[in-house]
């Protein structure tokens, strides 16, 4: 980072930049870090996940020392947007991380989860030696994580607070933050950074219009600068079949005597899942089964929405706002290992949710690596799935999987419903730019795979005639506001 300082010892303050630390030209590994005069701002501080290549960034050191950084704003607790959280405390961070109530309920549990199967991996690694790293460490410790937490600074939505407070001597303006929800997830936010009379939009994740459970996104007011995700920047999603397709891979498996394993992200999309199962049981579409939630957080995660649902959706009836809202006629939460290692073994037919969403660790690879050679059997991801998982590697038609440490054959039926995504599709992305009261100075486009950002890019410019720039990785980007 290049840094001149003016005579009287102080930055000067035209120097005002945005750094692509993350989720530039990819969907993960979001960190933007906003440097205002001497002061630095880091938004979002999330894990690279799919590819090793990605991967291998995460232990990279960041081109900053954390210990310099003046705070970190989150926009969510999904890990690709908070993951390396611990990684940075360890690495000397010290300061405040401001987020929603819920973001940080939701980090208290993601958070340890990603470090206890960071340790899990690495003595998995080093007893097995299918490793060529010797030993294998863990990226960061439940230790890194805990002390993570205790910095993390909850912040109610719509309620402006400040980050930096002005500096008289260098005539710095204060910076403040306001988080407003995006409806992507419990406690999902844009966070509107204000520098002076100057708003910067960090957009995190958009969410969906008229889907259950979450709100629509929020308006999003007037900004100088906006930051916009571009997962599905290319694409629309299916339209909606008021769940047909998920009620008849139901009835299907069930027909043939088999399972359906649903991976899914623990927090999120288990209740979107549980939301339509519960409706097809209601509605008699679907026979009722055993449901079974594998995943110690998911079941935690459920009691924190089921605590906040006047952020959800409005579509959560009364009568049904409360965990029953979530709850099919059949449901077991597994929560403990054995019963996990029992549910497994069992062939009865029955629907499995277990974490991770796109196979990348956790219980649910236990579960495919015994159904995926049954070809009663179906996986049914409701996801995205970036390049390099498993969950990419099953619905592009792989053959064959590793995992585990063995090569597992691929005879289950596969399927995937996009329906359920948490992320804006193009059309989507577009409805909630058209909220926009003036066009920013400058669209960065962040959060998406080279072709959507290049489809999402050129429909900005060609329909909004907007300016509008694709992020590079480590690219910075002066910032002409003052
Ligand atoms: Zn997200």
Known sequence: MSESRSDHGCLQLSQLSLTFLGAAGTVTGSKHLLQVGDRRVLVDCGLFQGLKELRQRNWEPLPIDPASLDAVVLTHAHLDHCGYLPRLVAGGFRGRIFCTPATKELCSLVLPD??????????????????????????FTQND???????????????????????????????????????????????????????????????????????????????????????YGDRLHEPDDNGERFARIVRDTADRGGKVIIPSFAIGRVEEVLYWLKRLEDEQRIPILPVFLDSPMAIAALQFYSARLHELDADLTPAARDVSAFATRRMTVASAARQSADLVASSQPSIVISASGMATGGRVLHHLAATLPNPRNTALFVGFQAVGTRGRQLTDGAKTLKMLGRTVPVAARVERIDSMSAHADAGEIMRWLAGFPRPPRMTYLVHGEPTALDALRVRIADDLHWPVHVAGYREQVPLDLL
């Open 145 to 231: 994580a805990a002390r993570a937490l205790g910095q993390l600074q909850p912040v109610g939505y719509d309620r402006p607070v400040p980050v930096l407070s002005p500096n008289v001597r260098c005539q710095a303006p204060e910076v403040s933050v306001e988080f407003v929800n995006a409806g992507h997830l419990l406690g999902s936010a844009f966070a509107r950074i204000r520098i002076g009379e100057r708003t910067i939009l960090f957009g995190g994740d958009l969410g969906r219009f008229g889907r259950p459970v979450l709100p629509d996104p929020s308006p999003p007011g007037a900004a100088d600068i906006l930051l916009l995700e571009s997962t």
């Open 114 to 139: 990603a470090a206890k199967i960071q340790e899990e991996d690495a003595r998995t690694a080093n007893r097995e030696r299918f490793t060529k790293h010797d030993p294998a460490l863990p990226l």
